[in-house]
């Protein structure tokens, strides 16, 4: 069976677009249904996505990345998935990182892996200084922020007067949607756009 070139792009919220990586890897990979993409932290292990792509490469395969980070958040994560593809016999090119773009002849494999394990080991170090640096700049600035008797995170949810007590009773079935949209002066979308808010809200303080 011939070897197939695939990519991978991810970002790490829905709101976040793919667009730029999937540009990116459009010379290499020819065919887009090779190109398995996430909207997921690197943290998740369990990425739909990038676990399908790892079922479906083969020993001979190539994939392409944008970056060394979009394998995973941190440098033990993205190490253990190197050698993953390691030991699968799948070559890895990160378009970021030119010598892995290279092709050598077999005989001279060996050369191009010491250079990219280096490079890769200074990547992924400094990659996870920088989120570490990230991550107590903003421990500082909520401590700071609280400090100062600022709130933090989303804008305080506004409700109408009464809407926990009559959600309650929504919930329960004691009175209907209908009822409930009159009792707060609210019409269909804005009531369902309040509602799942407010539910929201109840899941994240859960």
Avoid: C
Wanted: aromatic content about 10%; overall charge positive; hydrophobic content about 35%.
């Amino acid at each position: 069976m011939a070897s197939i070139s695939f990519g991978y792009i991810r970002v790490s919220t829905k709101e976040q677009k793919l667009d730029r990586q999937y540009e990116a890897l459009l010379p290499y990979v020819t065919d887009e249904k090779f190109i398995y993409s996430d909207k997921a932290s690197g943290k998740d292990m369990e990425r739909e996505g990038f676990q399908n792509l790892l079922k479906a490469m083969r020993e001979g395969d190539t994939l392409y990345i944008k970056s060394i980070d979009r394998l995973g958040r941190n440098k033990e994560q993205i190490k253990a998935y190197l050698e993953y593809l390691k030991k699968e016999g799948i070559r890895l090119k990160i378009i970021d990182m030119p010598t892995t773009m290279q092709n050598r002849p077999p005989e001279e494999d060996w050369i191009l892996d010491m250079v990219n394990n280096i490079l890769i080991e200074v990547y992924t170090t400094l990659a996870q200084q920088e989120r570490d640096l990230i991550k107590q700049r903003q421990k500082e600035g909520i401590k700071s922020a609280k400090g100062k008797g600022k709130h933090l995170g989303r804008p305080i949810l506004e409700l109408p007067k009464h809407w926990e007590s009559l959600y309650k009773q929504w919930k329960e079935g004691s009175i209907m949607s209908i009822e409930f949209m009159a009792m707060v002066d609210m019409k269909k979308a804005t009531f369902y756009k309040k509602v799942k808010e407010y539910e929201a809200t109840l899941k994240n303080l859960n």
